[in-house]
């Protein structure tokens, strides 16, 4: 599989802040990012999709997309406890998904 | 709206044992994965379907694994002579027939194994 990297955590953030989360991506042919949130002792729910290089929002998350560096970043906007959790970085790999170890997210109150 | 499911939840067996898991996908979702995931690890991609058709498997899955997808439908994923290095959470997701590289993959709940 095709080597996918996330900054290593935890990353703890205060309550209205943004975190950020970054993703690096070894195949320069690589061509759709995804990020799941995970949380504890549950399976990956997606919560952002993109395909072309530049930002792409939907609510409170951003995702951010260079493929000259092949580099995929998150933000999350506004931070809530609720997005505690462990965020995971995909690539795909023909039509299965390279996923990253996760970067755990923390949002203190 | 129902989204992918999987049966059963949670598997405890003994070293020896073998194993069925199953995964109904999204109705109109023609492609099926199956992944592993332990502790700390994203999940590990082990094989996928296009309706009934397996077009790939990882070479990390050993020859005690097996998968099936009759009629393009539901998948069942057996494990023959569990080992403990088998325990891991095993997870189904399905994807239509969208963008390349797949389209969007939606995962099911789990099957948590434990190998004692």
């Known amino acids: 599989q095709k080597e996918v990297e996330q900054n290593s955590g935890p990353l703890s953030v205060p309550e209205g802040a943004i975190a950020s989360l970054n993703c690096t991506y070894s195949?320069?042919?690589?061509?759709?990012f995804f990020w799941y949130r995970q949380y504890s002792g549950k399976s990956p729910e997606l919560i952002m999709f993109?395909?072309?290089?530049g930002d792409k929002e939907d609510g409170r998350f951003t995702a951010q997309l260079n493929k000259a560096s092949q580099y995929v970043s998150l933000l999350i906007r506004d931070s809530q406890p609720s997005d505690s959790a462990t965020y995971l970085c995909?690539?795909?790999?023909?039509?299965?998904?390279?996923f990253g170890a996760g970067t755990t997210v923390t949002v203190r109150a | 709206d129902t989204g992918v499911s999987q049966d059963p939840r949670h598997k405890i067996t003994k070293r020896g044992q073998n194993v069925t898991f199953r995964c109904d996908p999204i109705s109109e979702h023609n492609r099926l994965y199956w992944y592993r995931q332990t502790l700390g690890q994203g999940p590990e991609f082990l094989t996928y379907?296009?309706?009934?058709?397996?077009?790939?498997k990882s070479r990390l899955l050993s020859d005690r694994f097996s998968a099936e997808r009759p009629k393009g439908s539901f998948s069942t994923l057996e494990i023959q002579r569990t080992e403990q290095g088998d325990s891991a959470m095993y997870l189904c997701a399905s994807s239509g027939a969208g963008t390349s590289g797949g389209g969007e993959q939606f995962f099911g709940p789990g099957t948590r194994l434990t190998v004692l």
């Open positions: 995909a690539v795909n790999d023909d039509y299965k998904l390279s």
């Open positions: 993109i395909y072309s290089n």
């Open positions: 195949d320069r042919g690589s061509q759709s």
């Open positions: 379907f296009q309706n009934e058709a397996q077009l790939e």
